[in-house]
């Protein structure tokens, strides 16, 4: 799946037969298949949420790029892991840079696992998967293998690092376990 295929579902059904139909096409193990959780496993959701199904790790730096770009709002949005996820070999930009630009839905991680998570920068203020998080949940999975550091030469700057999300208001994180290093 390329990372143009970051299509919102308006239903959970909507979620469920499109991950029946990535399981029929060989796409997903059958451990996949039987695994998707929601966060909100009711009907009462569909309609108001978007769901977002991510793949690969060229969906997720999509994700990335249109919420820090303010081309993709994500309240009231849940997405969705059905695979583990090697960032290794890339340097990864936060999911939302900033409060203008911050992500605001659901990420479930649904027992999966991210490795190989590595920024190593001096230009941003906010490191970790998420850089900034407003009014979010992010849950259910792993980040293994994650390193981080940031650095800058002016010393009037903040910076905020962590390997789930560096800078958060009124946000839950549950339910993750990470391994990292950060310099």
């Not at 139909?21 to 009907?43: A, C, N, P, R």
């Not at 900033?98 to 920068?121: A, K, V």
Request: proline share 1%; charged share 20%; with cysteine.
């Amino acid at each position: 799946t390329e990372a143009e295929d970051l299509v919102p579902y308006s239903s959970q059904e909507e979620v469920r037969a499109a991950i029946q139909q990535m399981y029929d096409d060989g796409k997903l193990s059958e451990k996949t298949y039987h695994k998707v959780e929601f966060i909100y496993d009711d009907e009462f959701h569909d309609g108001i949420y978007k769901y977002y199904i991510i793949e690969n790790a060229e969906q997720l730096a999509l994700l990335s790029r249109q919420v820090n770009d303010g081309l993709l709002s994500t309240a009231e949005s849940e997405f969705i892991l059905v695979n583990d996820i090697d960032l290794g070999g890339r340097y990864w930009t936060p999911i939302g840079k900033n409060s203008n630009y911050s992500f605001r839905g659901i990420f479930n991680l649904n027992g999966y696992t991210i490795s190989g998570l590595t920024i190593d920068s001096s230009t941003l203020s906010y490191a970790g998967l998420f850089g900034y998080v407003k009014g979010g949940i992010i849950c259910n999975g792993y980040i293994n293998n994650a390193f981080i550091r940031l650095e800058s030469k002016d010393s009037t700057v903040d910076l905020y690092a962590g390997t789930v999300a560096s800078n958060v208001y009124d946000t839950t994180i549950s339910n993750i376990s990470v391994t990292t290093s950060i310099g």
